[in-house]
């Protein structure tokens, strides 16, 4: 199957009952998948792609979906010229320690939530998922932030306890093998970015750490005033939430 992709439904709900299995996906982008990835990839006929990554990535790696699937997929439509993937953007720092790297990443677990762009596809995404046919998948291009972020809001709106939150989310840290110690690996990044990682600093920039989405959570809880009041602000009012739990919770 996809990279990192996974089912993230099936967890208990504090709530009553658990999250629905089969409607709830999420993975790394599904660009250079082989015709058999790609064909058991599209027979599980999603209703909703959540495309995470910013236009740039999007170009560079085109998705392979079917031509009629382009109703399906929502992006953030940020267009800011020369703006820059997290990833990308934390290379062109040109990290050299682990501190440097969990710096950068806990930085971006802070500000995501308040960025115009992020709120307006997240919320696109929970507003149409009561009504959706199909599954849900959520992509970004490794599939473990952006998409970690957005996996999370969902399972927290369902009543999933935060151990279980956590528990999906750092199952990226195993997923994603993307050969940080391969000298092929090392030799892309550096004829991309004009310097030399070491493995250790490239494993923990594809890796993911348990302090990186209790961030997400703390900063929605201090700013915003809680879960609630930030789904509020960014238009996924109590009846859509109650709606969106009564399509994917299981007695």
């Not at 660009?31 to 990535?57: M, N, Q, W, Y």
């Not at 050969?179 to 004829?191: Q, T």
């Not at 929605?220 to 939430?241: F, K, N, Y």
Request: contains cysteine; hydrophobic residues 45%; negative net charge.
């Amino acid at each position: 199957m996809l990279k990192n992709f996974r089912d993230f439904g099936g967890g208990p709900s504090h709530l009553g009952g658990r999250v629905r299995r089969g409607r709830l996906y999420r993975s790394a982008q599904p660009a250079g998948v082989d015709a058999e990835t790609l064909a058991r990839a599209v027979a599980l006929d999603f209703g909703l792609i959540a495309d995470l990554r910013h236009p740039a990535e999007q170009a560079a790696s085109p998705s392979p979906w079917p031509e009629h699937w382009a109703g399906r997929i929502a992006r953030h439509g940020m267009e800011e010229a020369g703006l820059q993937a997290p990833h990308e953007a934390l290379l062109a720092l040109r990290p050299r320690d682990i501190e440097q790297i969990d710096a950068f990443y806990l930085d971006l677990y802070e500000t995501l939530p308040f960025d115009a762009a992020y709120r307006r596809v997240f919320a696109q995404t929970l507003n149409a998922l009561p009504g959706l046919e199909g599954p849900l998948l959520i992509h970004c291009t490794a599939g473990k932030d952006r998409t970690g972020m957005l996996a999370g809001v969902i399972l927290d709106v369902l009543g999933t306890p935060r151990e279980a939150i956590m528990a999906d989310f750092l199952l990226s840290g195993v997923a994603n093998d993307f050969g940080a110690g391969d000298p092929a690996v090392l030799a892309r990044v550096r004829g991309y970015f004009g310097f030399d990682v070491s493995p250790a600093v490239l494993d923990r920039m594809i890796s993911v750490q348990p302090a990186y989405l209790p961030r997400f959570f703390d900063t929605v809880e201090t700013r915003a005033g809680g879960m609630e009041a930030w789904l509020d602000s960014i238009g996924v009012d109590a009846a859509r939430r109650e709606a969106l739990r009564r399509s994917l919770l299981d007695p």
